[in-house]
């Protein structure tokens, strides 16, 4: 039985990652910002152990971890949480630009860090679901595209740094997936939102079992999902 954490479990992608994990029995870890969201992700999630975690404040990771009951091993890191704040750089205010590397960048590689011990015992896989825009930056996207950016070259880099150990780095990169943070897009860029045009959430996370599910030859490094209507 596999052991997976996965942040972001509260909707969109990570909601259905958490979901096709537990019906094939895994064991999940589900990492939440506060004990009230964990309270409601183990109701949603019977079986599934959380951890308290604010990803907006990634220098309180280790010590809020320290609090906690860690998983001993860990089959996988799922990195699915996300956010995003338009605009063009001339009006993006410091704050926004902070939240952004944070959450997208600076929390995920402070993870990392921390549950690496556990990943190398069972060789492991760590999964960064980016964005397209951490292959192309568009105007206004600065702040979100600057963090995938940088989500990329970390997981590339970790892929180097662990490849003796056996420790498996996945990128996976959708297009505009129909979620929670796509209707928060839409609304920033004054446009209506259409579900039907976007990538459904369960179709991305296909793409993250796949890469989880690849036998152990062989390493499936990037991965490209794009609107396909």
Known sequence: MAAHLITGAGSGIGAVLAGKLAERGDDLWLLARDARRAAELRD???GARTLVGDLKEPAKL????????????LDSLLHVAGTVELGPVGELPVKAWQETLNVNLV?????????????????GHVVFVNSGAGLTAHAEWSSYAASKH??????????????????????????????????????QEGKAYDADRWIEPESVAKAVLAALDASRDAEITDLTVRPGR
């Open 150 to 187: 940088g989500l990329k070259a970390l997981a590339d880099a970790l892929r180097q740094e662990e490849h003796a150990s056996g420790v498996r780095v996945t990128s996976v990169y959708p297009g505009r997936t129909a979620t929670a943070m796509q209707v928060k897009v839409h609304q």
């Open 44 to 46: 949603r999630f019977p």
């Open 62 to 73: 280790s010590w809020a971890f320290g609090q906690q009951t860690l998983p001993v091993t």
């Open 107 to 123: 929390a995920p590689a402070e993870l990392t860090r921390l549950l690496l011990p556990s990943l190398r015992l069972t060789k």
